[in-house]
């Protein structure tokens, strides 16, 4: 009884001993870290593209996929001039996600000069441009999980979110380092470089560096439209990482607003998708008071992108309008 037992706590401290490697799978985002003369390319799974274009307004997501004090504080001597970026996309064959996402969509960031003023927005292309990098960015995903199935599990190095590819010896190639190029934007592939590079005194700052997230589904209309904003990430001086969010904003909406002589006044605006609209009216009399305090036609009208329209028999002289949106 007494070796069956010991060989069964034997067997328990192998199985605790036990980590599990890097994975990832499509339309992940891959976080990479890398630094000129430094000894590895860093590369964390941030999950699902969707976790970040889903993301409630205004809301902030941790990044908590690697730990910016055991991993990113040991592979690089410093924060300093650190080079990161974040890229995902739809394979152009063998994906099975959501069809309204097509094959060659790229999500990149955009990095910012000045923490505190947004890039200048990625614009869409055709499938055809956008296939370029599609394709290295299924070569990063792809090289970074034939490192991790023929490394060692590692508590820094082979995490089951995050690996550390030498930038020498044998297992080079499969760094992310390959496929962003030098100039970090695809071997010449893509219209720019999706890299942020941190200040040669980052740590000394009290500034983030931060680079903006663009969703670019290709287009077919010959031109090159915005890409959609889909927020922000911050590297901290810390070496941590968050997301953040858009606040929504609402374009203030004209009204239209006609009469057929008989007493009925028409009413209309266009909307935007989930806003919340609310329309008022008052007589000239009630002018001078806030529009707030004014009489509402209608109230919680959600937007869905559509023109809301509205119809009022009134009396007297003078009718005024206003609506509000949040």
Known sequence: MAGLLLSLAGSCALVQSVQAQFTDQSRDLILTFRQVG??????????????????????????????????????????????????????TVGDSGDPSIPNDTLWLTDPRSDPNTPAAPWTRQSVYTQGGADSYIVAILYNALSFATSATPDSVTNTPTAAAIA???????????????????????????????????????????????????????????????????????????????PTL?????????????????????????????????????GL?????TWSAVSTNIIGDGTVKSFQQSISGTGAFYSVGVH
């Open 167 to 245: 930038t020498s010896g044998a297992d080079s190639g499969d760094s992310a380092s390959g496929s962003l190029g030098g100039l970090g934007n695809f071997l010449g592939t893509f219209q720019g470089d999706v890299e942020n590079t941190t200040p040669s005194d980052f740590i000394y700052n009290t500034s983030p560096s931060r680079s903006d997230l663009y969703e670019l589904q290709p287009t077919s209309s010959g031109t090159s439209p915005a890409g959609t904003y889909l927020g922000y990430f911050e590297l901290g001086i810390d070496g941590s990482m968050t997301f953040h969010a």
């Open 38 to 91: 430094g000894i590895y390319v860093f590369e964390v799974d941030l999950g699902q593209a969707s976790i970040y274009y889903g993301a409630a307004p205004g809301s902030s997501i941790p990044i908590t996929a690697y730990d910016n004090n055991a991993q990113l504080g040991t592979l690089f001597s410093s924060f300093n001039s650190l080079s990161w970026s974040v890229v995902g996309c739809v394979p």
């Open 288 to 292: 001078a008071a806030p529009v707030s």
């Open 249 to 285: 904003t609402y374009p203030a909406p004209s009204l239209s607003v006609s009469t057929d002589g008989a007493g009925n006044v028409y009413v209309s605006f266009p909307s935007t998708a989930n806003g919340t609209y609310t329309l008022y009216y008052t007589n000239a009399a």
